[in-house]
């Protein structure tokens, strides 16, 4: 009796890597502006944007801030919007996030969907209407400082 026996190779697993690009904004921690961008990052699933905000020295205890929930962004030129997925450390409006003082940094994300991999520039649109809107235009992040992260650089074999 015969016995054909079949040698298994054992096969690495793949592991696939999104590819992600965060590009960080040099005016980001210029302290003159009161509101600014610090980063974008871009990924296939999604597109995140951290932002600093100083609270104003206009009211005694910096006032508040919110973000309306029908925020989106858009290519730069382009009507198409993609819409606020998710914010994170600041509530959507009616909700207020109340200051504690004059000139206090807060920090928060807003994510939406991916935006095209060929984009190079956005508008940050929080509400086109009279008011005290978060809106961003022409944001050109193309040249932006890029940082290689961990995850990015490829290792040696183990």
């Known amino acids: 009796m015969e016995t054909d026996i079949k040698k298994t190779v054992k096969k690495k697993p793949v ?6 690009l965060k590009r960080y904004n040099p005016e980001g921690m210029d302290h ?5 961008i610090k980063c974008v990052e871009a990924t296939e699933e999604y597109t995140r944007i951290d932002f ?3 609270a104003s020295m206009k009211w005694d205890n ?9 925020a989106y962004i858009q290519a730069t030129g382009s009507s198409e919007k993609y819409f606020l997925v998710k914010a994170l450390k ?6 207020k996030l109340y200051f504690k003082r004059k000139g ?5 994300t807003l994510i ?11 508008d940050i649109i929080e509400k086109e209407a009279p008011g005290t809107y978060f ?21 040696g074999k183990n």
Not at 15 to 20: A, M
């Open 15 to 20: 592991v696939k890597v999104k590819k992600s």
């Open 32 to 36: 003159k502006n009161d509101h600014r």
């Open 52 to 54: 600093i905000y100083k």
């Open 62 to 70: 910096g006032g508040w801030i919110q973000m309306d929930k029908s």
């Open 90 to 95: 600041i509530p959507l409006a009616p909700s």
């Open 104 to 108: 206090q940094y807060h920090t928060y």
């Open 112 to 122: 939406f969907p991916a935006l095209p991999s060929s984009t190079t520039s956005i």
């Open 135 to 155: 809106n961003f235009y022409k944001v050109n992040f193309s040249a932006w400082m890029t940082v290689s992260h961990a995850a990015d650089v490829p290792r």
